[in-house]
């Protein structure tokens, strides 16, 4: 839009929904910072070690302990323990099958950042078991693809109550994983 253009829509004054009720705030709330999706991003390309993911991500040991503990406890990682022969056992840590439905977001993510960021399409392909690669499409509820989302718009499902609408707390004074 110009300086010189004017917006043809009304500005919606509320949220149609509190963030207490709302799927999306519990989502980011559970999944938390970039340190945490890039774990998740370690955890989806194999990475299972400590030390592997503290390496990879140059992420402070404490800060990497800290989120994969708060991972652990959202249940979207699993830590398992291994043992390399004459070492002490060691822990691992994988995705959940929580975690692992959480893919399709991690794949609209990519998807995103290589359509709008500098750095174009990017060398990581997520594949099936197949060895088919992978995307994520919106669809409505007739099964046809969304191809325009300029129209797109968060409305507060048939049974939401207005007269239960309230201030929650920002999933920012929430402690967030």
């Known amino acids: 839009m110009t300086a010189t253009e004017t917006k043809t829509t009304e500005p919606v004054?509320?949220?149609?929904?509190?963030?207490?009720?709302?799927?999306?705030?519990?989502?980011?709330?559970?999944?938390?910072?970039?340190?945490?999706?890039l774990i998740?991003?370690?955890?989806?390309?194999?990475?299972?070690?400590?030390?592997?993911?503290?390496?990879?991500?140059?992420?402070?040991?404490?800060?990497?302990?800290?989120r994969l503990a708060r991972l652990i406890e959202a249940g979207i990682l699993e830590q398992t323990t291994y043992r390399e022969p004459g070492q002490r056992s060691r822990k691992a840590y994988v995705l959940s099958e929580t975690g692992r439905a959480?893919?399709?977001?991690?794949?609209?993510?990519?998807?995103?950042?290589?359509?709008?960021?500098?750095?174009?399409?990017?060398?990581?392909?997520?594949?099936?078991?197949?060895?088919?690669?992978?995307?994520?499409?919106?669809?409505?509820a007739d099964g046809t693809k969304v191809e325009d989302f300029a129209g797109i718009k968060a409305v507060a499902a048939p049974q939401t109550q207005p007269s239960t609408r309230h201030r929650a707390a920002s999933p920012r004074t929430r402690r967030s994983v």
Not at 130 to 136: A, L, R, W
């Open 13 to 37: 004054g509320r949220s149609p929904i509190p963030l207490a009720e709302c799927a999306l705030a519990r989502a980011i709330g559970a999944i938390g910072d970039g340190w945490s999706l």
């Open 102 to 140: 959480l893919i399709p977001a991690l794949v609209a993510l990519r998807a995103w950042a290589e359509d709008h960021l500098p750095g174009g399409r990017s060398s990581l392909r997520l594949q099936d078991k197949d060895g088919q690669e992978i995307s994520v499409h919106l669809l409505r």
């Open 40 to 66: 998740l991003r370690e955890a989806l390309c194999g990475v299972e070690r400590f030390d592997a993911m503290c390496e990879d991500l140059a992420i402070p040991r404490s800060v990497l302990a800290d």
